[in-house]
């Protein structure tokens, strides 16, 4: 009988032990998300006698890899293993980009990627920033800054050049929340792009 108790302690312990090891393994699966922007702006009805080819956009090396990046003091930054995007930021920017413009009627079209052969201009994007401001701790946000450029192909010239930044309240400290707060960024940009090109190109 005594043996008995012996063997069922042992075998609880063990199955404590396992449960406590997937338990743990659990809280330390990574965690991926992706951005988007909803565009809720009318389509432009006279579109603009262009056919724009969107390339790649590149971005800074700090921001190249998936990880989150955190600003938590002035110059102090660090970056998260566990939460992570699922497709790299730059190539994300690259086609939310290109779908925003391309629904909003701004351009006779918009080409995909690597179909340039009747393209008239070009759009490329330098992702510069993109990172969670925790300095405040009170006062979470997410900061984007893209610059534009678009060129026209005939010649190489630079017909518009433009740097957007826009930092976006996060509703409070959760990865949640600054991924919507990324998304609100993301879509102020693009809106203000779309006005522009309307203007200037």
Not at 144 to 157: E, H, N, P, Y
Not at 167 to 185: F, G, Q, T
């Amino acid at each position: 009988m005594k043996a008995k108790v012996i063997i069922l302690f042992v075998a609880a312990s063990i199955s404590m032990f396992l449960t406590g090891c997937m338990g743990n393994r659990a809280n330390y699966n990574q965690r991926n998300f992706v951005l988007q922007a909803d565009r809720d702006l009318p389509v432009v009805k006279d579109s603009k006698d262009i056919i724009l080819a969107i390339q790649s956009f590149n971005s800074s090396e700090l921001y190249a890899d998936k990880s989150f990046v955190y600003r938590i003091a002035k110059s102090e930054y660090e970056t998260d293993f566990y939460n992570r995007f699922l497709v790299a930021p730059d190539d994300m920017l690259t086609q939310i980009t290109r779908k925003w413009l391309s629904d909003s009627g701004v351009f006779k079209l918009v080409l995909e990627s690597g179909t340039y052969t009747d393209a008239t201009e070009m759009l490329e994007g330098n992702l510069l920033a993109l990172y969670g401001d925790f300095e405040n701790k009170d006062n979470p946000k997410a900061t984007v800054r893209i610059r534009f450029f678009v060129i026209k192909l005939s010649d190489k010239s630079v017909l518009f050049s433009k740097t957007y930044e826009v930092s976006s309240a996060a509703k409070d400290n959760s990865i949640e929340s600054l991924v919507d707060a990324y998304n609100e960024s993301i879509k102020q940009i693009l809106t203000q792009l779309e006005k522009d090109l309307q203007k200037n190109l």
